[in-house]
């Protein structure tokens, strides 16, 4: 059921200098897992010219316009692009929160949106309280029954197979000085 798993989190200071990382906001990709078929290809655009998959946690409020109620509180962006608001509709469960990439095919600024081709895709989130480590489940053509996954991703139905993600998975790039 989950096509990819990803770990981002904030990488340590002395990490960060030693691979000259500079934003306090950066999360990267320390560990991942792909079990789709031909290999998963949406965040291929977050990837940079040295192969690291890194994204930022930034406010949803600073660039996202949509109706009050429906305000994420954070998103997960890269090189100009929201990958996803996070979404947490459950507030007894703030570990928890679910997204999607956005449906449009064009941007604001009229260029071609590169996560068009993925619309259809679902993402969990687990994180942690102030967000430096989340992990990103993504659920190919999962869109339509997010609510449905983000459910049975609270009340444990994910467990058993996140947990062999989670041994299964592999470092995605080789950090100076990081060692898992």
């Known amino acids: 059921m989950i096509g990819t798993y990803h770990k981002f989190e904030a990488l340590p200071d002395d990490v960060k200098v030693l691979n000259k990382i500079k934003s306090k906001a950066r999360i990267d990709c ?9 290999g998963y290809n949406g965040l291929t655009y977050f990837v940079n010219h ?6 930022y946690k930034t406010p949803a409020k ?11 509180e954070w998103s997960i962006t890269g090189d100009g692009l929201n990958l996803s608001s996070i979404y947490i509709d459950d507030i007894d469960f703030p570990e928890f929160g679910y997204g999607y990439p956005n449906a449009n095919r064009l941007l604001k600024n ?10 259809n895709d ?6 942690n309280k102030d967000y430096s480590q989340i992990e990103l489940l993504i659920i190919p053509d999962g869109r339509n029954l997010i609510n449905s996954y983000y459910q049975k991703l609270i009340d444990g139905g994910f467990d058993d197979e996140l947990k062999a993600l989670r041994q299964q998975a592999t470092q995605f790039y080789q ?6």
């Open 30 to 38: 320390t560990k991942y897992i792909d079990n789709v078929q031909g």
């Open 50 to 55: 040295k192969k690291q998959l890194f994204l």
């Open 62 to 72: 600073d660039f996202i316009n949509t109706d009050s109620r429906r305000l994420a």
């Open 110 to 119: 009229g260029t071609q949106n590169p996560l068009f081709e993925f619309r």
């Open 122 to 127: 679902g993402y969990l989130f687990i994180m």
């Open 175 to 180: 950090y100076i000085g990081l060692s898992l």
